[in-house]
Antibody
Framework: QVQLVQSGAEVKKPGASVKVSCKAS????????ISWVRQAPGQGLEWMGWISAYNGNTNYAQKFQGRVTMTTDTSTSTAYMDLRSLRSDDTAVYYC????????????WGKGTTVTVSS | QSALTQPPSASGSPGQSVTISCTGTSSDVGGYNYVSWYQQHPGKAPKLMIY???KRPSGVPDRFSGSKSGNTASLTVSGLQAEDDADYYCSSYAGSNNNVVFGGGTKLTVL
């Protein structure tokens, strides 16, 4: 079955970086892209950006440009999201989700990775 | 502040219908037929319920329907059931700069 399996919870100090992974299975990885969406405690969903698994093209939300890098490894069907210069308000659950290019909806989601930023 | 505006809460009794609105602008909801809706139960990942304004993915009950008029999209849940009690988020394509935007979410309570 189609699934996205994310890496485990992380605890980071302010100023550090975090890299979250998302391993895909059950479909042709390069036929889709991966979006990253985060959700702060008790808050709504926030789109961070999208990466094409076909050619590595990215679209980042303006809010995160310069601080986020999304990559893929087609040999392992894994997507990565690297967020730098962490602040306390980056504390959130980070989700990866499958999104076909130019369709703008996310049809399969990972279970989420909790990132806690605390001194 | 979210890019798309949803009511914070909605409610209905089992068997009733409820409609949740999602208001944007001509740069997002009104400009493209790329509105989608997601259901999220506490502690769980979101689940796609509607895409491209009114299409239902395989496995989503036909009690869920979507529509759009101008800059406002709507999700209607008919024949409410206990398991529909959840948070619902709309999202829309917003052009090449903003790409995808979400609403603030609506907590649907089945009374």
């Amino acid at each position: 079955q189609v699934q996205l399996v994310q890496s485990g919870a992380e605890v980071k100090k302010p100023g550090a970086s975090v890299k979250v992974s998302c391993k895909a299975s059950g479909y042709t990885f390069t036929s889709y892209g991966i979006s990253w969406v985060r959700q702060a405690p008790g808050q709504g969903l926030e789109w961070m950006g999208w990466i094409s698994a076909y050619n590595g093209n990215t679209n980042y939300a303006q809010k995160f440009q310069g601080r986020v890098t999304m990559t893929t490894d087609t040999s392992t069907s894994t997507a990565y999201m690297d967020l730098r210069s962490l602040r306390s308000d980056d504390t959130a659950v980070y989700y990866c989700a499958r999104e076909r290019p130019y369709y703008y909806y996310m049809d399969v989601w990972g279970k989420g990775t909790t990132v806690t930023v605390s001194s | 502040q979210s890019a798309l505006t949803q009511p914070p809460s909605a409610s209905g009794s089992p068997g009733q219908s409820v409609t949740i609105s999602c208001t944007g602008t001509s740069s997002d909801v009104g400009g493209y037929n790329y509105v989608s809706w997601y259901q999220q139960h506490p502690g769980k990942a979101p689940k796609l319920m509607i895409y491209e304004v009114s299409k239902r993915p395989s496995g989503v009950p036909d009690r869920f329907s979507g529509s759009k008029s101008g800059n406002t999209a709507s999700l209607t849940v008919s024949g409410l059931q206990a398991e529909d009690d959840a948070d619902y988020y709309c999202s829309s394509y917003a052009g090449s700069n903003n790409n995808v935007v979400f609403g603030g979410g609506t907590k649907l309570t089945v009374l």
